[in-house]
């Protein structure tokens, strides 16, 4: 780590306007991540446009595909962007939120759909 920060700042020491201003730092984010019951995987949102689809990660070969399209998901020719998402315990369903709209504290209303 210490050799790529001296690379990427070619021997200029750190400030604290680095770190917490201006950053020259990104910071990944996998956001939101549900594993699959009884698999070595896990699924997350990836958004592409105004269209989010579901990703497949295993873990054990480390291959990344895709698990639901989000070009798929269409109510009356319109999509269905997706907030959030659960599996049933057999993991043959998806429980798909969209519309999601805060009303109090952790509540909320939403559309949702069975997959």
Partial sequence: ?????????????????DVT??????IASLGK?????????????????N?????????VTDD???FL??????????PVVVTNYSFSQDGHKILIQADREKIWRRSNWGTYWIY
């Fill in 1 to 17: 780590v210490f050799a790529i920060c001296s690379n990427l700042f070619g021997g200029k020491r750190l400030t604290l306007e």
């Fill in 69 to 78: 399209d989000g070009e798929r998901l269409k109510f009356n020719g319109s």
């Fill in 33 to 49: 991540i549900v594993w699959i019951s009884g698999e070595d995987a896990y699924t997350f949102l990836k958004q592409s446009n």
């Fill in 21 to 26: 201003g201006e950053s020259p730092f990104e």
């Fill in 64 to 66: 990344t595909t895709l």
């Fill in 51 to 59: 269209v989010r689809s579901l990703y497949r990660v295993d873990l």
